[in-house]
């Protein structure tokens, strides 16, 4: 290695006394950017749980956390709402990683400090970044990562033993601070739902999905995978979010629509016998309405109506095959009287006519239970009006109520 390479460059870096805080090495990207790694017990020693600094209690009987929540106060937000809820199953996630029971990764966590850090760093740009002893760092991004590893640790202690990415900034004021927290929030760009579930290759139920467009004929090849919704043009004939709806719905019941896109904790012991049964459906449910899935004009490939007809298909979970099949058939004798058209039979029950006599299909949470009683209620009115059967034409309130 050429002796150059490792000369200390002068300046604002400088020969480090390892006495005198944490030494994280890594590569220095500029005056005030430093890309690291340390391990997770490391990491909590310099960055504590910002889920802390809300804690009244805590806040109020330590000065270090009083400083850490003021500058929490402008350079992030507070652990509500989807944040917080996202914790615990970031934290899972990180433990199946570390064990290497699940492939992933955790992207860096940006570390800030308004006060400038020493470094010491050779003419590659290579070498380290010091946190003195007493000071701490707030994470302007990746504060969800930061509270998971400290649940993970929890979980699994030998979680700490981790190397983590962090990115350190330093000596820059809040507002600074503030605007990269602004930027890194507000200039990304959100995967729509249907592209993160095609990417998906954890959850179970996507898997299922994957599994079904294989081993069904009518699917295969024809299920959009980029999209929300499917355009005029588009060849395929649903949607990846679409058909998986209707394979959470096949394993939890309708009751499944509450999950939308998230992923659904299956117990494992259930996939084969879900997989078995939703493939056996859906090849079934293909072969009697193909040619209205295939309908632009029609319903019955709308996630709303895909996700009832996965509910319908709920109770031959608990069969064996013989029975499996016999219920099968009456259950697909059903679906087979009725009128997929937008029309006015499904006014009330799969959305509604707008001002402008265009029928607008409601959302699956919003509908899917109605659909569900429609298709598969003998006794409701819905079930009779979509099939054109003789009923008062007053749609009644079990149709307008939603379970």
């Known amino acids: 290695m050429p002796e150059e390479s490792q000369t200390l460059q002068t300046g604002a870096d400088s020969k480090l006394n390892e006495t005198d805080g944490h030494m994280v090495a890594g590569v220095k990207l500029d005056d005030v950017r430093f890309l690291g790694r340390v391990r997770a017990s490391q990491l909590f020693q310099i960055a504590p749980d910002p889920r802390e600094t809300e804690n009244r209690k805590r806040v109020d009987g330590s000065k270090e956390l009083q400083v850490l929540a003021q500058v929490r106060s402008e350079v992030q937000r507070m652990f ?36 400038p850090l020493k470094t010491q760093i050779d003419s590659r740009g290579m070498g380290f970044i010091q946190i003195p002893w007493e000071q701490r760092l707030v994470a302007i991004d990746g504060e969800t990562q930061l509270a998971a590893r400290y649940e993970a640790a929890n979980i699994d202690p030998d979680t700490k033993k981790d190397f983590v990415p962090v990115y350190i900034c330093h000596g820059r004021d809040h507002v600074w601070a503030s605007q990269c927290f602004h930027d890194l929030n507000a200039l990304a760009v959100q995967p729509n739902a249907a592209l993160i579930i095609a990417m998906d290759s954890h959850d179970p139920l996507t ?12 699917f ?54 879900i997989r078995e049964v939703a493939t056996e459906w859906l090849r079934e449910v293909t072969s009697a309405i193909g040619p209205a899935m295939e309908d632009p004009q029609s319903l019955a490939s709308a996630p709303a109506v895909l996700a009832a007809i996965g509910a319908v298909g709920h109770e031959l979970l608990n069969l064996d095959a013989a029975e499996r099949a016999s219920k099968r058939q009456l259950l697909i004798e059903r679906l087979s009287g009725v009128d997929w058209t937008r029309g006015k039979q499904w006014e009330g029950i799969a959305g509604k006519f707008t001002p402008k006599g265009n029928f607008s299909v409601g959302g699956s949470k919003e509908t899917a239970y109605a659909v569900y009683s429609a298709l598969n209620d003998p006794n409701s009115l819905g079930y009779k009006r979509i099939r054109h059967q003789a009923v008062d034409s007053v749609i009644s309130d079990e149709i307008q109520a939603q379970p």
């Open 220 to 273: 295969k090849g024809r299920v959009n995978k980029v999209r929300r919704q499917l355009g005029k043009n588009d060849y395929e004939v649903v949607t990846i979010t679409a058909l998986r709806g209707a394979c959470i719905t096949l394993a939890e019941g309708i009751r499944g629509v509450q999950y939308g896109t998230r992923p659904v904790p299956v117990d494992e012991k259930l996939i084969p016998a």
């Open 207 to 218: 898997q299922i999905t994957r599994e079904i467009e294989v081993a069904v004929p009518f």
């Open 80 to 115: 509500v709402g989807a944040k917080a809820k996202n914790v615990p199953s970031y934290a899972r996630y990180i433990v199946g990683v570390s064990k290497l029971n699940q492939d992933g990764l955790t992207p860096p966590i940006v570390l800030y400090s308004e006060e």
